[in-house]
């Protein structure tokens, strides 16, 4: 079975400072990974996604992550924070019958 | 402008009281999911629709039905609502198929609380 593990519950930055939310991933076969983002009250919105080509993804907004397979991981980062990155991320696995399989989230502050 | 939409935006119900949440999109999408959002927990995965005319159980679809009334349009319906089920219920498609990427849209999402 699939699953994502998100290693912080918060994360706290200054702005312009870097930014890395962690994610490991569990998958039985070659994983699909997302990054979601969610802003105050808001929906979801896709930041960028790993289909089995590069393994260093490039995302909107500045955001990259990098799947190690050797590593089982998926990290999010971004070389300088804005206060308007301060949401909530989500990690994301595709599972069976193409159903997304969510963490719990890592809610990101960024202070001025 | 095209997408997910989701109504209504906000409900309140009392125990015991039941109600249908809508979803429609207008992308020509094959499958149609619903997730409820609870803190701490990310999104969980209710129900889903891999096609017009099929459904199936996703991760907690107890105290939930679900239909699929034609390719735009699938409904999430608590015939008695608990306080349990106070959440964010979120209405996503995918495109699926030979041509697909992956690409999800989620819909703004409903505000349910249940008193």
């Known amino acids: 079975a699939q699953s994502v593990t998100q290693l912080d519950s918060h994360v706290s930055v200054s702005e312009g400072t870097p930014v890395l939310l962690r994610c490991n991933y569990s998958?039985?076969?070659?994983?699909?990974l997302f990054w979601y983002v969610q802003h105050p009250n808001k929906g979801l919105q896709l930041l960028l996604k790993?289909?089995?080509?590069?393994?260093l993804v490039k995302g909107i907004n500045g955001f990259e992550a990098e799947f190690k397979k050797s590593e089982t991981s998926f990290h999010l980062t971004k070389p300088s924070a804005h206060m308007s990155d301060a949401a909530e991320y989500f990690c994301?696995?595709?599972?069976?019958?193409?159903?997304?399989?969510f963490g719990a989230g890592t809610r990101l502050a960024v202070h001025p | 402008n095209a997408g997910v939409t989701q109504t209504p935006k906000f409900q309140v119900l009392k125990t015991g009281q039941s109600m249908t949440l809508q979803c429609a999109q207008d992308?020509?999408?094959?499958?149609m999911y619903w997730y409820r959002q609870d803190p701490g927990m990310g999104l969980r995965l209710i129900y889903y629709?891999?096609?017009?005319?099929?459904?199936d159980k996703g991760e907690v679809p107890n105290g939930y039905n679900v239909s699929r009334l034609n390719k735009r349009e699938f409904s999430l319906r608590l015939e008695s609502a608990a306080p349990s089920q106070t959440s964010v219920y979120f209405c996503?498609?995918?495109?699926?198929?030979?041509?697909?990427?992956?690409?999800?849209?989620f819909g703004s999402g409903t505000r349910l609380t249940v008193v």
């Open positions: 629709s891999a096609s017009e005319g099929t459904t």
């Open positions: 790993y289909t089995s080509a590069a393994t």
């Open positions: 996503a498609s995918r495109q699926g198929g030979g041509q697909d990427n992956y690409g999800y849209t």
């Open positions: 998958s039985s076969y070659s994983p699909s």
């Open positions: 992308m020509n999408h094959n499958s």
């Open positions: 994301v696995v595709r599972g069976g019958y193409n159903k997304l399989i």
